[in-house]
């Protein structure tokens, strides 16, 4: 089997609420549903910081995707959702190997159903015989339910005269989306006494679940005023189209729910 890319010991190099440890590294496949000919996955962290004659001692399994070839997409990822929709009935051929045995197993089924396994851990769901799993929704879902996901924090954080609070989709696979939650969070802590949380999306319900890796952002300030606060926001939110002249057309609703 490929030897996987060494890594530190630390969770802060693996996605969040997936049965599976998913490095950082994957930030792509996962943004548009597409894992490719090479990409090698373990049930276990420290797998990937061993060699292959060691990794075979540990408990747990392993992933080696053989089809699809790599290729090159002409989307960004988290540019939009249309990607990772149409990648999610793809077809994925991939080697499922017990670690510590001989078993191996040849499976041939969507991207999705792999995707699924990784996030739920439930080996039943690659069998095509069974309902097929709806596509999660995303961070450009969750901008809809904003002051629904209010509500996922604690009481004690509730606005009152002297906090403002902003809260924004974030999605920490999807380029665009996490580039804007990173460049917001440091906007806000560099200006103002921020407290940053992060809940995963899915605790709103529903439904249809929303992707593991979507979150609702939430910053605090205090002793500040929402004026200051939509001026910082502008200033890293705001990108006008070229040669567009006149006043500013910012429309912070556009990105997330200030209060």
Same mark, same amino acid.
């Given at each position: 089997?490929e030897k !996987?890319?060494?890594?530190?010991? *630390?969770?802060? &190099?693996f996605? $969040?609420?997936f049965?599976w440890?998913?490095p950082?590294a #994957?930030?792509?496949?996962l @943004?548009?549903?597409?894992?490719e000919?090479g990409?090698t996955?373990?049930e276990k962290e %420290?797998?990937y910081n061993?060699?292959?004659?060691?990794?075979?001692?540990?408990p747990?399994r392993?992933?080696?995707?053989? !089809?699809?070839s790599?290729?090159? *997409? !002409?989307k960004?990822?988290?540019?939009?959702?249309s =990607? #990772?929709?149409?990648?999610? &009935?793809?077809?994925?051929?991939?080697?499922?190997r017990?670690?510590?045995g001989?078993?191996?197993? *040849?499976?041939?089924t969507?991207?999705g159903?792999?995707y699924?396994f990784?996030?739920?851990?439930n080996e039943d769901?690659l069998?095509?015989?069974?309902?097929?799993?709806?596509?999660?929704?995303?961070? @450009?879902?969750?901008?809809?339910l904003?002051?629904e996901?209010?509500?996922? +924090? %604690?009481a004690e954080?509730l $606005?009152?005269?002297?906090q403002?609070r902003f +809260?924004?989709?974030a999605?920490l696979?999807?380029?665009?989306?996490h580039?804007?939650?990173? &460049? /917001?969070?440091?906007?806000?802590q560099a200006?103002?006494?921020t407290t940053?949380?992060?809940?995963?999306?899915?605790?709103l319900?529903?439904?249809t679940p929303?992707?593991?890796?979507?979150h609702? =952002?939430? #910053?605090?300030?205090k002793?500040t005023?929402?004026?200051? /606060?939509?001026d =910082?926001?502008? !200033?890293?939110?705001?990108? $006008?189209?070229?040669?567009?002249?006149g006043v500013a057309?910012?429309?912070l609703k556009?990105?997330?729910?200030l209060?």
């Amino acid at each position: 089997m490929e030897k !996987s890319k060494t890594m530190a010991k *630390s969770k802060t &190099n693996f996605f $969040p609420n997936f049965s599976w440890a998913i490095p950082k590294a #994957f930030a792509d496949p996962l @943004s548009t549903c597409r894992f490719e000919q090479g990409d090698t996955l373990y049930e276990k962290e %420290s797998a990937y910081n061993l060699p292959w004659s060691d990794v075979r001692k540990i408990p747990g399994r392993a992933i080696q995707v053989l !089809s699809p070839s790599r290729g090159v *997409s !002409s989307k960004t990822p988290g540019q939009d959702d249309s =990607a #990772f929709a149409e990648n999610w &009935n793809s077809e994925v051929i991939f080697e499922l190997r017990d670690l510590q045995g001989d078993k191996c197993d *040849s499976v041939t089924t969507t991207q999705g159903r792999l995707y699924s396994f990784l996030w739920l851990g439930n080996e039943d769901i690659l069998d095509g015989d069974t309902d097929s799993p709806p596509v999660p929704r995303s961070a @450009s879902a969750l901008k809809k339910l904003l002051p629904e996901a209010t509500k996922l +924090f %604690s009481a004690e954080l509730l $606005p009152d005269p002297d906090q403002i609070r902003f +809260f924004l989709p974030a999605d920490l696979a999807a380029g665009l989306y996490h580039d804007k939650y990173l &460049n /917001v969070k440091e906007k806000l802590q560099a200006e103002f006494e921020t407290t940053v949380q992060l809940e995963p999306a899915g605790i709103l319900g529903g439904s249809t679940p929303f992707l593991p890796t979507v979150h609702v =952002a939430s #910053f605090t300030m205090k002793n500040t005023t929402g004026d200051l /606060v939509e001026d =910082a926001l502008q !200033s890293v939110l705001y990108k $006008p189209a070229p040669g567009r002249k006149g006043v500013a057309r910012f429309r912070l609703k556009t990105h997330g729910l200030l209060m």
